[in-house]
């Protein structure tokens, strides 16, 4: 089963962003770039690594490749407040806003809000299908263009929904199922609720944006 980092068909798997990048001094994920700029960045790239291995329990690979690995959480736990917001672009893996031409349908792409994309509820699958493919449980107000977002963290331990079965998202983690043709409706698994919808719609400039926050919690423990 592909996982769905690169705009992806069921059967079409594309490279996994930021894991090229884990052991080179010279590059930098670029989706972390302000993340990795910040005040914490005064260590060299190795020994933030080390740090980040030692006080959070995470590798240097699990940390950058955070976002595309379905069996890993992301590490930027202190932000609370909004994941998205009124007017927030949606950004690829590289940062590239999403046009609306961007994935045909029965395609899949993992996105991030463009202010903020590290932080641990961050990663979100965009799908799109045709609209006649909706159906009840999937908030059409909240879709454009065949468009429809959902919170790529499962509800069940937290981690990331990165497979597909057809049409089916997949959690590797204890085999989650969410239908996102029904509002990601949980259709297998212990997953205790569906996958929050994310309201968009297209900017004058014709990319994709937020009107809002996901509809409910993201992640584990919330209602």
């Given amino acids: 089963m592909p996982a769905d980092d690169d705009p992806i068909a069921p059967d079409d798997v594309g490279e996994i962003p930021g894991e090229c990048c884990a052991d080179s001094e010279a590059a930098e994920p670029s989706i972390y770039q302000q993340f990795w700029r910040d005040s914490r960045a ?3 790239r190795r ?3 080390k740090a980040l291995a030692t006080v959070g329990g995470l590798t240097a690979v699990a940390s950058l490749a955070a976002p595309a690995l379905g069996l890993t959480r ?5 932000y609370t407040g909004p994941v998205y917001s009124d007017g927030v672009a949606l950004v690829d893996g590289e940062g590239s806003r999403i046009t609306e031409n961007r994935l045909a349908e029965g395609e899949q792409l993992t996105v991030f809000p463009e202010p903020r994309p590290g932080i641990d509820r961050a990663p979100t699958l965009l799908v799109r299908f045709a609209e006649g493919d909706y159906g ?4 059409m107000e909240f879709t ?4 429809a977002a959902y ?3 499962c509800p069940h331990a937290g981690c990331m929904v990165a497979d597909r079965d057809d049409t089916t998202l997949v959690c590797p983690c204890h085999s989650g199922r969410f239908d996102p043709l029904s509002g990601a409706a949980v259709t297998g698994g212990p997953p205790p609720r569906p996958l929050p919808q994310l309201p968009i719609t297209l900017s004058s400039e014709g990319e994709l944006i937020a009107t809002g926050d996901f509809e409910g919690a993201v992640g584990p423990g919330g209602d």
């Fill in 136 to 139: 009840g449980g999937t908030r």
């Fill in 151 to 153: 919170s790529k963290v």
């Fill in 74 to 78: 992301v590490f930027e736990r202190s």
């Fill in 42 to 44: 005064e260590m060299e």
């Fill in 144 to 147: 454009v263009s065949g468009y």
């Fill in 47 to 49: 020994d933030y690594a």
